[in-house]
């Protein structure tokens, strides 16, 4: 059986019909102006459905940890990214943590979670070995530091997502409310 020998991009570009939709901005294959409409749904599997379901029917958040290394992740992860591990011990983590990092956004999105101006923070809950990265909320950003406690604060009615967590704040202001 003889292969067919695939067609040189400079012999098809005589078949491109230049539109206002798409505005071919030079003989590069890989460049063009345009807008794709992508809709997809999100399968979380069985790691993220267990981790979501104890977020939603026990406001618990779960790790998992690896029986080699024993690193305990949060979000939990199916093979440990150190030595490639199948994980599945769960354990529960604290709902309290150590602010690692964090950043602000100065302008919304549909897809943001909050309005602007938004304060993202990596955070190291107690007993995992990895960072979440979610909302803060109850600090403003001259008072954020690397290092704070700050701890979860659960939706009421959870729906089984990240975002059964509704934000995490500082120990200290929660203590004083």
Same mark, same amino acid.
Not at 44 to 65: K, S, W
Not at 107 to 122: E, T, W
């Given at each position: 059986?003889?292969?067919?020998?695939?067609?040189?991009?400079?012999?098809?570009?005589?078949?491109?019909?230049? &539109?206002?939709?798409?505005?071919?901005? *030079? #003989?590069?294959?890989?460049? +063009?102006?345009?807008? =794709?409409?992508?809709?997809?749904?999100?399968?979380?599997?069985?790691?993220?459905?267990?981790?979501?379901?104890?977020?939603?029917?026990?406001?618990?958040?779960?790790?998992?940890?690896?029986?080699?290394?024993?690193?305990?992740?949060?979000?939990?992860?199916?093979?440990?990214?150190?030595?490639?591990?199948?994980?599945?011990?769960?354990?529960?983590?604290?709902?309290?943590?150590?602010?690692? &990092?964090?950043?602000?956004?100065?302008? *919304? #999105?549909?897809?943001?979670? +909050?309005?602007?101006? =938004?304060?993202?923070?990596?955070?190291?809950?107690?007993?995992?070995?990895?960072?979440?990265?979610?909302?803060?909320?109850?600090?403003?950003?001259?008072?954020?530091?690397?290092?704070?406690?700050?701890?979860?604060?659960?939706?009421?009615?959870?729906?089984?997502?990240?975002?059964?967590?509704?934000?995490?704040?500082?120990?200290?202001?929660?203590?004083?409310?």
């Amino acid at each position: 059986m003889e292969l067919k020998k695939p067609s040189a991009y400079s012999d098809l570009i005589k078949y491109i019909t230049p &539109s206002e939709r798409l505005k071919i901005l *030079s #003989l590069d294959p890989y460049v +063009a102006e345009g807008r =794709i409409a992508m809709p997809y749904r999100y399968f979380p599997g069985p790691v993220a459905t267990r981790f979501f379901l104890a977020l939603r029917e026990e406001a618990r958040i779960l790790g998992i940890r690896c029986p080699q290394c024993r690193m305990v992740y949060v979000p939990p992860e199916p093979i440990c990214g150190r030595c490639f591990s199948k994980l599945e011990e769960w354990v529960e983590v604290g709902k309290e943590g150590v602010l690692q &990092s964090y950043t602000v956004t100065h302008y *919304s #999105l549909p897809v943001h979670p +909050a309005k602007a101006p =938004i304060i993202y923070g990596l955070i190291r809950l107690d007993r995992a070995d990895t960072a979440l990265l979610h909302l803060l909320d109850g600090v403003g950003g001259n008072d954020l530091k690397m290092g704070m406690r700050v701890e979860a604060v659960f939706r009421e009615k959870r729906s089984g997502n990240i975002l059964d967590i509704e934000f995490f704040r500082p120990v200290q202001k929660a203590r004083s409310n």
